[in-house]
């Protein structure tokens, strides 16, 4: 069974501040996903990384890959409130399979 | 449409009572995935189609879940005899054959309320 553990589970900060939310696992994983979901909707994908060790930025957002394949974190600069959600973090494995964590909860308050 | 559409968006349920939940994916995504999501936790698998077969049915929590899909497109998710337990937010997604890597694309969901 592949599990991820994100964390924190909850976050409230204000806006403006940066914030960093973490996705861990025991198992190894052939890609990483970053999904936001807002209320009454699906999960989003933003991004897939690959690459042990990878790094990607859209605008404010950097994830990055464990260099083991195990691991990520999303990093948010300047937070604003177009930013809350529920972020899931998804590991691929097997054939065409994602496992998900239970989500970050980030609230940015104005 | 270019989305992944689930109907209906809101179920309400007498305990007891069977439900049908309806996925449309996106034409052209051989592989299907129903989700679930309880209030405050994270996606439960229940079932992957790829095709029309279902290679993964290690999801589904008991023998009143089942799902079909034929003609590689439209999905049904039944449940029978509904608990209050089942009350949850029903996902869909789609992705083709290499979505580990693309991606998956979800519907809205169909919140069942089993009252």
């Known amino acids: 069974t592949q599990l991820l553990e994100q964390s924190p589970q909850f976050l409230s900060i204000q806006e403006g501040e940066n914030l960093t939310v973490y996705c861990n696992s025991s198992?190894?994983?052939?890609?990483l996903q970053w999904y936001r979901q807002e209320p009454g909707e699906g999960p989003v994908l933003l991004v897939t990384?690959?690459?042990?060790?990878e790094v990607k930025k859209l605008k404010r957002l950097t994830f990055q890959f464990g260099d083991a394949r195990k691991d990520s974190s999303l990093h948010i600069t300047a937070a604003q409130t177009g930013d809350t959600g529920l972020y899931l973090c998804?590991?691929?494995?097997?054939?065409?399979?994602?496992?998900f964590g239970k989500g970050n909860q980030v609230v940015v308050i104005p | 449409g270019a989305g992944v559409s689930q109907s209906p968006s809101n179920k309400v349920t007498e305990k007891g009572k069977d439900v049908e939940l309806r996925c449309d994916p996106i034409?052209?995504?051989?592989?299907l995935y129903w989700y679930r999501q309880r209030l405050g936790q994270g996606l439960e698998f229940l079932i992957y189609?790829?095709?029309?077969?279902?290679?993964?049915k290690s999801g589904l929590p008991s023998d009143r879940f089942s799902a079909e899909r034929t003609g590689e497109s439209v999905s049904t998710l039944t449940i029978q005899r509904t608990q209050q337990e089942d009350s949850a937010v029903y996902l869909c997604?789609?992705?083709?054959?290499?979505?580990?890597?693309?991606?998956?694309?979800f519907g809205s969901g169909t919140r069942l309320t089993v009252v």
């Open positions: 997604a789609s992705s083709l054959r290499q979505g580990a890597v693309n991606g998956y694309t």
């Open positions: 198992s190894v994983f052939s890609s």
């Open positions: 990384v690959v690459t042990g060790g």
């Open positions: 998804a590991g691929g494995y097997g054939n065409n399979r994602l496992a």
């Open positions: 034409s052209g995504h051989t592989a």
């Open positions: 189609f790829q095709g029309n077969s279902a290679p993964d």
